[in-house]
Nanobody
Framework: QVQLMESGGGLVQPGESLRLSCAGP????????MGWYRQAPGKQREWVAS???????TYADTVKERFTISRDNAKNTMYLQMNSLKLDDTAVYYC???????????WGQGTQVTVSS
């Protein structure tokens, strides 16, 4: 069982920054492809960014050049550095993992990010 735990959400003003963290299982973490998704009120969950176990990163156009995804396998943790936050970035952010060898996916419980003036 893969358990993912997000942290770092909060309330910020437009233009400010936040860093989200996602802690994963120690034994498997380096073998997982990881990503961040978000779900705004009344909207479907959408993909934000991904980082493979080989540390290849990809981003949604809406966050490119503002958000940075990274991972530290020694700490079993993935990060999402969010800069220049906008009102539209308000959402619950979810950590996602995929164990590709077995096509198994897991989700974290989510962390709220609110951008408000």
């Amino acid at each position: 069982q893969v358990q993912l735990m997000e942290s770092g959400g909060g309330l910020v003003q437009p233009g400010e920054s936040l860093r989200l963290s996602c802690a994963g299982p120690q034994r498997l973490f380096s073998r997982l492809d990881m990503g961040w998704y978000r779900q705004a009120p009344g909207k479907q969950r959408e993909w934000v960014a991904s980082i493979t176990r080989g540390e290849v990163t990809t981003y949604a156009d809406t966050v490119k050049e503002r958000f940075t995804i990274s991972r530290d396998n020694a700490k079993n943790t993935m990060y999402l550095q969010m800069n220049s936050l906008k009102l539209d970035d308000t959402a619950v952010y979810y950590c996602h993992s995929r164990f590709s060898a077995f096509n198994i996916e897991h989700w974290g419980q989510g962390t709220q990010v609110t951008v408000s003036s």
